[in-house]
């Protein structure tokens, strides 16, 4: 009783307060919240320096120079956030310790995917005004507090967006130079992913641009239709589904390194800190992020990381330029690993191609839940294809058939069969039907088209796919183990007993014939060799 009258005596400020720590303390604990409270109502500038993100140098590859008005939108980036969250009316600060929960709330509660994007892009059109960068979003006020988004998007408006979404994922791994109370070095070079891939996605969804032969040789300083931010956000939503929440983790990442560090602190020092800028495999940093944003698993994390950082060489099981093209030797690579791989393939169409140009290079992928089985009938539990160059696409799975994966070598005991199983790798389709198939010499692959297949979803993997059968020449391979250390050590103990198996069934224990002069053996051999030759018996 005493409980029930506590309760209805508390103010609607306490009651509020109350709700707004326990929603905040789902993304960050409130000691850390009340440090970093703390800290930006000491200054003004506190807070808007806090959520910028840390100094740096970025450049395309090649050393090209940034692209316009991105440094200054980053700039800028810091200030838009505090003004649009953290501030009540015009240039009044809400130092309140409820107004810096709401704040924290508006950018880090768990929303719709579409909100989440909603407010992103304002993040983006409030920088964008405060830098002087052309953009074309635009806010219509209605019955909600943020309007709606309208507006139309030009291809390196987008572009830009992108590289600030990835600039703001990067600023979370970028690590915070020891505070040491001396001078500052000189910001690291930061080489900005290809997103090319991704911005011919949207503008080949949006219908920008057609999914014909003008992919090939389309550039991002060409220009080209906008994209209305209606289409845009349905493309986002249905292909890079995590790009909305780049928001509420960098406001997250940001506010705990204000509540741990000084402000003057955070930024990124050049003596300890190397990033590894070449793209000399497949899977480039772009493409790592590509994926990434599409996937809503554990998996995104560890593409997030290798396109901020790089994948770890260690997780490389095999790569047909190194290890030598051939089903048997990609088995001797990826025997015993038990857990989820990527796959990528690029190839070049042959002049006999009908349906797609001769001599462009493409890529695919193929991310599998699960290792490789030697089978001659398909299997899986789960599993994606990709288009990776020049356009991506995410494709998955359908859920009405299970035909994720084959994977079939000649056995070692040869057999007569009437009708022979395809020897090589497959993804999707039926048997001899595949939708990908890789031959048994890994150099060529033929994609069907998805008509041929019920497990993963429509989709063409090769800009002007149709109907019939694209037959290519595969270029180079590689197959990178997403499932880190354990699983890794896992396969080694597979390998090492195998090979003692191989060792024990090589030897000849020459003990076990006995004596070779009182085995049958040589009693045969000397009758051969003199059939009338006089032999005493001996009793």
């Given at each position: 009783m005493g409980a029930s009258s506590s309760t209805s005596n508390t103010s609607p400020e306490a009651h509020e307060q109350r709700e707004q720590e326990s929603l905040a303390s789902v993304a960050l604990a409130l000691p850390l919240l009340h440090a970093a409270h703390t800290r930006s109502a000491a200054s003004s500038t506190a807070l808007p320096d806090a959520l910028s993100p840390p100094r740096a140098a970025f450049r395309l590859s090649g050393s090209s120079p940034p692209?316009?008005?991105?440094?200054?939108?980053?700039?800028?980036?810091?200030?838009?956030?505090?003004?649009?969250?953290?501030?009540?009316?015009?240039?009044?600060?809400?130092?309140?310790?409820?107004?810096?929960?709401?704040?924290?709330?508006?950018?880090?509660?768990?929303?719709?995917?579409?909100?989440?994007?909603?407010?992103?892009?304002?993040?983006?059109?409030?920088?964008?005004?405060?830098?002087?960068?052309?953009?074309?979003?635009?806010?219509?006020?209605?019955?909600?507090?943020?309007?709606?988004?309208?507006?139309?998007?030009?291809?390196?408006?987008?572009?830009?967006?992108?590289?600030?979404?990835?600039?703001?994922a990067w600023s979370s791994s970028a690590p915070s130079a020891a505070g040491d109370g001396g001078e500052k070095s000189e910001p690291v070079v930061v080489v900005l992913p290809q997103v090319s891939h991704l911005l011919?996605?949207?503008?080949?969804?949006?219908?920008?641009?057609?999914?014909?032969?003008?992919?090939?040789?389309?550039?991002?300083?060409?220009?080209?239709?906008?994209?209305?931010?209606?289409?845009?956000?349905?493309?986002?939503?249905?292909?890079?589904?995590?790009?909305?929440?780049?928001?509420?983790?960098?406001?997250?990442?940001?506010?705990?390194?204000?509540?741990?560090?000084?402000?003057e602190e955070s930024y990124v020092s050049t003596a300890?800190?190397?990033?590894?800028?070449?793209?000399?495999?497949?899977?480039?940093?772009?493409?790592?992020?590509?994926?990434?944003?599409?996937?809503?698993?554990?998996?995104?994390?560890?593409?997030?990381?290798?396109?901020?950082?790089?994948?770890?060489?260690?997780d490389l099981l095999y790569r047909s330029s190194v290890h030598g093209k051939g089903l048997s030797r990609f088995w001797s690579c990826v025997e015993g690993y038990?857990?989820?791989?990527?796959?990528?393939?690029?190839?070049?169409?042959?002049?006999?191609?009908?349906?797609?140009d001769a001599g462009r290079k493409w890529g695919i992928g193929v991310l599998t839940e699960e290792g490789f089985d030697n089978k001659d009938t398909f299997y899986g539990s789960s599993g994606y294809l990709c288009a990776t160059n020049p356009i991506f696409r995410m494709i998955?799975?359908?859920?009405?058939?299970?035909?994720?994966?084959?994977?079939?070598?000649?056995?070692?005991?040869?057999?007569?069969?009437?009708?022979?199983?395809?020897?090589?790798?497959?993804?999707?389709?039926?048997?001899?039907?595949?939708?990908?198939?890789?031959d048994e010499d890994f150099s060529k692959v033929i994609i069907r088209h998805h008509a041929v297949d019920k497990t993963y979803q429509h989709g063409s993997l090769i800009p002007s796919q149709g109907y019939l059968p694209v037959e290519a020449s595969v270029l180079d391979i590689e197959v990178w183990g997403l499932g880190g250390e354990t699983t890794k050590r896992q396969q080694d103990v597979y390998k090492k007993r195998e090979n003692i198996f191989s060792?024990?069934?090589?030897?000849?224990?020459?003990?076990?014939?006995?004596?070779?002069?009182?085995?049958?053996?040589?009693?045969?051999?000397?009758?051969?060799?003199d059939p009338n030759a006089v032999r005493r018996e001996e009793r």
């Open positions: 692209p316009p008005h991105l440094d200054a939108l980053l700039a800028r980036l810091g200030p838009a956030i505090a003004s649009l969250f953290f501030r009540r009316g015009e240039g009044a600060a809400d130092a309140g310790w409820v107004g810096f929960l709401k704040g924290f709330n508006r950018c880090c509660a768990r929303v719709p995917a579409s909100q989440s994007l909603a407010l992103l892009l304002r993040v983006y059109a409030a920088a964008c005004a405060d830098a002087g960068a052309p953009c074309g979003v635009q806010f219509q006020p209605d019955d909600g507090d943020e309007g709606k988004v309208v507006g139309e998007l030009a291809p390196e408006e987008i572009a830009v967006f992108l590289w600030m979404c990835w600039v703001m011919l996605s949207a503008l080949v969804s949006a219908g920008a641009v057609a999914d014909d032969a003008g992919v090939w040789d389309w550039k991002i300083s060409g220009g080209g239709k906008g994209v209305k931010v209606q289409d845009f956000t349905s493309w986002v939503l249905s292909m890079a589904v995590e790009l909305g929440n780049c928001l509420s983790r960098y406001v997250q990442q940001r506010i705990g390194l204000l509540a741990a560090d000084p402000v300890d800190t190397a990033f590894d800028t070449s793209d000399a495999y497949l899977l480039t940093r772009g493409t790592a992020w590509a994926i990434s944003l599409s996937l809503r698993n554990k998996l995104s994390e560890k593409f997030l990381s290798a396109s901020v950082i790089g994948m770890d060489t260690d038990k857990g989820p791989m990527l796959i990528l393939l690029s190839a070049i169409s042959g002049s006999g191609a009908d349906n797609i998955q799975p359908s859920g009405k058939e299970k035909n994720f994966m084959y994977c079939h070598m000649h056995p070692q005991i040869r057999v007569y069969e009437a009708n022979p199983k395809p020897v090589g790798l497959a993804f999707g389709g039926t048997t001899g039907n595949e939708r990908i198939f890789l060792e024990q069934r090589r030897k000849v224990d020459l003990k076990t014939f006995g004596n070779w002069e009182d085995s049958p053996e040589k009693m045969m051999m000397d009758m051969i060799s």
